[in-house]
C-alpha cells in the first residue's frame, strides 16, 4: 500500500527558510521509474507544480521558482525534503508531495498535503 | 515551457448531463504525459486519466479522456452528484517544468 505524507511547520515568518518533509512507504526510490513531486495550491487558487526527483537523483525545478527550492532524498528513511528559501506571504499554501510513477507518466498517489502560512 | 489552458473556467450543469472539458497546450507534446486530476474540497487531487486516455485504477467509465499535440479532452457522459469538483490537466514528461492547467470547475 503506497502512502505518503507531508510534515512541517504550520507557519513561517518573511524571509525565512521553509524545510517540508515527504514521509512515504509502499515503495523505493531506489526503484527505477520512482519519483517524488511537490506541488502546492494557495487558498482557492490552481496547483503549482514545484520539483521533482527522481531514483537516479534526478531533480528538476519550477522555472519561477528553482533560485529558492531545493530537493533532496533520504533513501534509509524514506523520506524526500524540500526546502524553499526567502518565504513571502505569496507562498501561503497547502504543499503536497505525490509520487510519479514513469511506466504510467502520471501522479498517481498523493499525500493529503500540509498547510503553510507565511506571516510576520 | 509549455503552458496548459483550460476551458471552461466554470462548467455549471445539472446531474444526468454531460461535460466536455478542454486543454490546450502552447506547443505538441505526447499523449502519453497527459494526465486529468479531480479535486474536492478540502481534498488532495486524485488521478482519473493517464496518457491522456487510460482511466486510472478505480475510475468509473463516465470518464473518458482523448485528444492529442495541443488539444486533449476530458469527458464525463452522466454526471453524478460526486462528480462535481475541480478538475486539472498537467503535462509530466520530457523536459520541465510539469505545469498544471489553471483548472475547470464544475458545478451545479
Known amino acids: 500500500q503506497v502512502t505518503l505524507r507531508e510534515s512541517g511547520p504550520a507557519v513561517v515568518k518573511p524571509t525565512q527558510t521553509l524545510t517540508l518533509t515527504c514521509n512515504f512507504s509502499?515503495?523505493?526510490?531506489?526503484?527505477?521509474?520512482?519519483?517524488v513531486s511537490w506541488i502546492r495550491q494557495p487558498p482557492g487558487k490552481a496547483l503549482e507544480w514545484l520539483a521533482h526527483?527522481?531514483?537516479?537523483?534526478?531533480?528538476y525545478y519550477s522555472t519561477s521558482l528553482k533560485t529558492r527550492l531545493t530537493i533532496s532524498k533520504d533513501i534509509s528513511k524514506n523520506q524526500v525534503v524540500l526546502t524553499m528559501t526567502n518565504m513571502d506571504p505569496a507562498d501561503t499554501a497547502t504543499y503536497y508531495c505525490a509520487r510519479y510513477k514513469v511506466e504510467l507518466g502520471a501522479l498517481d498517489y498523493w499525500g493529503q498535503g500540509t498547510p503553510v502560512t507565511v506571516s510576520s | 515551457e509549455i503552458v496548459l489552458t483550460q476551458s471552461p473556467g466554470t462548467l455549471s450543469l445539472s446531474p444526468g448531463e454531460r461535460a466536455t472539458l478542454s486543454c490546450r497546450a502552447s506547443?505538441?507534446?505526447?499523449?502519453?504525459?497527459l494526465a486529468w486530476f479531480q479535486q474536492k474540497p478540502g481534498q488532495a487531487p486524485r488521478l482519473l486519466i493517464y496518457g491522456a486516455s487510460t482511466r486510472a485504477t478505480g475510475i468509473p467509465d463516465r470518464f473518458r479522456g482523448s485528444g492529442s499535440g495541443t488539444d486533449f479532452t476530458l469527458t464525463i457522459s452522466r454526471l453524478e452528484p460526486e462528480d462535481f469538483a475541480v478538475y486539472y490537466c498537467q503535462r509530466y514528461g520530457g523536459s520541465p517544468p510539469y505545469n498544471f492547467g489553471q483548472g475547470t470547475k464544475v458545478e451545479i
Open positions: 506547443q505538441s507534446f505526447s499523449g502519453a504525459d
Open positions: 509502499g515503495f523505493s526510490l531506489t526503484t527505477s521509474g520512482m519519483c
Open positions: 526527483i527522481d531514483w537516479e537523483d534526478d531533480k
